[in-house]
C-alpha cells in the first residue's frame, strides 16, 4: 500500500483564478493519477502523471486548463486554471502499485475546492 | 465510453442486517476493486479480486469476482452504523495502470 497526502485540503477560491494542489507519496511509484469527483457523483480520471514527461490527459480534459507537474517519484501537483464555478469538485490524487498482474490503487484524503 | 453500473443506488438498511450490492460492465475486466468512501474523504480500498470466481473475504465484508468477468459482488453482513458511506466498484483498464469507477451505492445504516 501508499500513504498519500495532499495540499491544501480544502480551498475556496474566485473565478478566474487558479489553484495548485499538491500531492506527497511516502514511496517511490511509478505510476500516479489525478481524478475529478464532482458532487454526488463517481470518480473521473483526468490524466496520469508521468515522471520526466508530459502528463497524458483523458478526454475531455487538457493541459491548459489542468496542468499538471511530476518532478520525482514521490511528488506532483495539479493546477486548476482560470476556475470557474463548475470545477468545484474534490480533486484526489491517487497511485497504483503492485506486482505483474496484481496492481491496487490508492487515493490521498482530497482537495474539496468550491469556486465561488 | 465504458461504464460501470452498480445497483442498488442507494439503500437504508437497519444495524445487523446483511447487505448485498453488485457492479455490472458491459466488458470484461480482469481486475475489480471495490472501495468505500465516507464523506469528506478519499476511497479506501477494501477488497482487491484478480481471478474469475474468486471468492475474497476481509472481516464482514466478502467480494466475488464472476464467472463471466463482467460483473462483482459485494457482500455486508451483520452492518453497523460505521458502514455508512458510498461504495464504488473499479474496474482497471486493460494493457493499463487505469482504473474507471462505477457508480457508486450510498448505504445508510439506521441503528
Known amino acids: 500500500s501508499a500513504v498519500i497526502s495532499q495540499k491544501p485540503s480544502r480551498d475556496i477560491c474566485q473565478r478566474g483564478t487558479s489553484l495548485t494542489i499538491q500531492c506527497q507519496v511516502d514511496?517511490?511509484?511509478?505510476?500516479m493519477f489525478w481524478y475529478r469527483q464532482q458532487p454526488g457523483q463517481s470518480l473521473t480520471l483526468i490524466a496520469t502523471?508521468?515522471?520526466?514527461?508530459?502528463?497524458?490527459?483523458e478526454s475531455g480534459f487538457v493541459i491548459d486548463k489542468f496542468p499538471i507537474s511530476r518532478p520525482n517519484l514521490t511528488f506532483s501537483t495539479l493546477t486548476v486554471s482560470n476556475m470557474s464555478p463548475e470545477d468545484s469538485s474534490i480533486y484526489l490524487c491517487?497511485?497504483?502499485?503492485?506486482?505483474?498482474?496484481?496492481?491496487?490503487?490508492?487515493f490521498g484524503p482530497g482537495t474539496r475546492l468550491t469556486v465561488t | 465510453g465504458q461504464q460501470l453500473n452498480q445497483s442498488p443506488q442507494s439503500m437504508f438498511i437497519q444495524e445487523g442486517e446483511d447487505v448485498s450490492m453488485n457492479c455490472t460492465s458491459s466488458s470484461i475486466f480482469n481486475t475489480w476493486l471495490w472501495y468505500k468512501q465516507d464523506p469528506g474523504e478519499g476511497p479506501v480500498l477494501l477488497i482487491a479480486l484478480y481471478k474469475a470466481g474468486e471468492l475474497t473475504s476481509n472481516g464482514r465484508l466478502t467480494a466475488q469476482f464472476g464467472t463471466t468477468r463482467k460483473d462483482s459482488f459485494l457482500n455486508i453482513s451483520a452492518s453497523i452504523p460505521s458502514d455508512v458511506g458510498i461504495y464504488f466498484c473499479?474496474?482497471?483498464?486493460?494493457?493499463?495502470?487505469?482504473?474507471?469507477f462505477g457508480t457508486g451505492t450510498r448505504l445508510k445504516v439506521l441503528a
Open positions: 502523471a508521468n515522471q520526466g514527461s508530459e502528463a497524458t490527459y
Open positions: 514511496s517511490q511509484v511509478t505510476m
Open positions: 473499479a474496474v482497471r483498464l486493460s494493457g493499463t495502470y487505469k482504473y474507471i
Open positions: 491517487s497511485v497504483s502499485t503492485g506486482t505483474g498482474a496484481l496492481y491496487e490503487q490508492y
